[in-house]
């Protein structure tokens, strides 16, 4: 049952990034909504934080802070609600799950390594470069396609988060 069940996950997963890929463009949010909210089923955070909403916060102004309320308004991470948010500085932030930091402020993610430090922050980016510079998932335009590179020191080592071989198997490893 559960390799039944692994498998679906797996085409599953195979079959919306692929779509995203052949479909994808660099600016399209919605498209990066869908693969943002693919990782929620695809990496385990910590027990302590499966509790309460399952939160997204999105440094500074950027398209995807609509795209994700959206998105928020007719998905679940399980049976926990999404809350996204915006912040405007590293001051605001608080507990939270993911933290997409747009290419508007790419220039601040060694700030923001250092204000997440040891905690279980899935780190997404979306400039060419950022994830050798230590964001977890950074959103790349490779051949004019949607991609993203994972870098699995960081997400591993420093986040605490533990990635499925799916999602491994489709991204670019750094």
Not at 66 to 84: F, N, T
Request: hydrophobic share 45%.
């Amino acid at each position: 049952m559960y390799n039944y069940l692994g498998m679906k996950k797996a085409a599953l997963l195979v079959f919306i990034f692929s779509m995203l890929v052949s479909l994808g463009q660099a600016q399209n949010y919605k498209l990066r909504t869908v693969v943002v909210y693919s990782f929620t089923r695809y990496i385990v955070w910590p027990e302590a934080y499966n509790t309460g909403d399952f939160e997204i916060k999105v440094l500074g102004d950027s398209p995807f802070v609509e795209e994700l309320k959206v998105m928020a308004q007719s998905k679940k991470v399980g049976d926990r609600p999404i809350k996204v948010s915006k912040i405007n500085n590293l001051t605001e932030l608080r507990k939270c799950h993911i933290l997409i930091i747009p290419a508007s402020k790419s220039s601040e993610l060694s700030a923001v390594l250092q204000a997440v430090e040891g905690q279980p922050v899935l780190v997404v980016t979306e400039e060419p470069g950022l994830g050798a510079k230590g964001s977890d998932i950074n959103f790349i335009d490779r051949d004019g396609k949607l991609a993203f590179e994972l870098n699995q020191n960081s997400i591993n080592n420093k986040r605490k988060l533990k990635v499925s071989t799916e999602l491994t198997r489709l991204a670019i490893l750094i």
